[in-house]
Nanobody, 115 residues
Framework: QVQLVESGGGFVQSGGSLWLSCAAS????????MGWYRQAPGKERELVAL???????NYADSVKGRFTIARDGAKRTVYLQMNSLKPEDTAVYYC?????????WGQGTQVTVSS
């Protein structure tokens, strides 16, 4: 059974930093991408950042230059360093692992940025 265990997040003032991590366990056939999505109240879930198996990255325009995604392939762990946080970054952040066959989601972790 595949599990994605997220950690990090929390509460920070505007301009502050937080990090997230997500460790995947279980059998996943050929990981294609690992990344992060977020969902704010009343809004749809949106891509924040993802990394492909060959190290390519893709960021939402709203976080470019502020967030950095990293991956430890051997440990199947993906990280998200979030700097210069803004109140509009407040959301539940979800880890995602896209395998060749299946797609997996973490349980979500809250990030709250106060103004």
């Amino acid at each position: 059974q595949v599990q994605l265990v997220e950690s990090g997040g929390g509460f920070v003032q505007s301009g502050g930093s937080l990090w997230l991590s997500c460790a995947a366990s279980g059998s996943i056939f050929r990981i294609v991408t690992m990344g992060w999505y977020r969902q704010a109240p009343g809004k749809e879930r949106e891509l924040v950042a993802l990394m492909t198996s060959d190290g390519g990255t893709n960021y939402a325009d709203s976080v470019k230059g502020r967030f950095t995604i990293a991956r430890d392939g051997a440990k199947r762990t993906v990280y998200l360093q979030m700097n210069s946080l803004k109140p509009e970054d407040t959301a539940v952040y979800y880890c995602n692992v896209a395998g060749f066959i299946n797609n997996y989601w973490g349980q979500g972790t809250q990030v709250t940025v106060s103004s």
